[in-house]
């Protein structure tokens, strides 16, 4: 396992014709500042510049996912 920074890691598994590698990464949220989501946006890309094209990378996040009802699925009963 590889740690880019706090929020990306990777891991290189060997195989016959490719290699696969799964990224762990963890984005800011929303209310972060737009310095620190371009910086781990950057540091995202070069992780999979490193690796070989024919490399199968998988990505295996949901970035900021907000848990809740949307609006329009809420009872309005005013």
Do not use: R
Not at 44 to 64: A, G, R, S, T
């Amino acid at each position: 396992m590889e740690f880019v920074s706090d929020t990306i890691s990777y891991m290189v598994l060997k195989g016959h014709s490719c290699d696969v590698i799964p990224v762990g990464a963890h984005a800011p949220t929303e209310d972060k500042s737009d310095g620190t989501k371009d910086s781990f946006h950057m540091k995202l890309q070069l992780v999979f510049n490193h690796f070989p094209k024919y490399c199968v990378k998988i990505l295996p996040e949901d970035f900021n996912a907000k848990l809740g009802k949307e609006l329009i699925f809420k009872h309005n009963w005013e």
